[in-house]
């Protein structure tokens, strides 16, 4: 399901002409309390559009704060 999640982000991309910045882009695995634990541990990032992103225990988005 990651990997289908992430070809979608990189087409979306490359259709548009857009390139992630790496210094301002980081990951966020949301997902049940019974499935973060195995996912979430395992992965310390997520390559999107050719770009290795890691992955944070939170982020803040137009000033909310998920984790």
């Known amino acids: 399901m990651l990997a289908a999640g992430t070809i ?3 087409l979306r991309y490359l259709q548009n ?3 992630l910045n790496q210094d301002k882009s980081e ?3 949301a997902g049940t ?3 973060l ?3 979430a541990s395992a ?3 997520v ?3 050719d770009v290795d ?3 944070s225990e939170e982020m803040k988005v137009l000033g909310v704060v998920l984790d």
């Open 8 to 10: 979608d982000v990189s």
């Open 17 to 19: 002409g857009l390139q």
């Open 27 to 29: 990951a966020l695995i």
């Open 33 to 35: 309390s019974n499935q």
């Open 37 to 39: 634990p195995d996912t």
């Open 43 to 45: 992965m310390s990032s």
């Open 47 to 49: 390559t999107v559009a």
């Open 53 to 55: 992103l890691p992955v």
